[in-house]
């Protein structure tokens, strides 16, 4: 089993920047995709960022130029660094971890953190 644990959410005035982290740990292989999702409520959780171990990015348009992924493949460890932040970036952010464990491989999801921009 793979357990992905985030931290770093919390509440930011607008223009300001948060770091967010997610660590995986478990019966872990190697970790293809690394990446952050977030959710409001009422609607689908939607990409904000992800990271193949190739070095591959991927970003939502709403995002680019403001967030920065990046990953510590020794510590299976994949963070999000928000700038100029928005009050439309209030979300409860997911990190996400595509993991060949020992004998299959998976999707995992971690618990959530949230996040609020606000004055």
């Known amino acids: 089993q793979v357990q992905l644990v985030e931290s770093g959410g919390g509440l930011v005035q607008p223009g300001g920047s948060l770091r967010l982290s997610c660590a995986a740990s478990?019966?872990?292989?190697?970790?293809?995709?690394m990446g952050w999702y977030r959710q409001t409520p009422g609607k689908a959780r939607e990409l904000v960022a992800t990271l193949t171990n190739g070095g591959s990015t991927n970003y939502s348009d709403s995002v680019k130029g403001r967030f920065t992924i990046s990953r510590d493949n020794a510590k299976n460890t994949v963070y999000l660094q928000m700038s100029s932040l928005k009050p439309e970036d209030t979300a409860v952010y997911y990190c996400n971890a595509d993991v060949r464990g020992l004998y299959r491989r998976d999707v995992y999801w971690g618990q959530g953190t949230q996040v609020t921009v606000s004055s």
């Open positions: 478990g019966s872990i292989s190697s970790i293809y995709v």
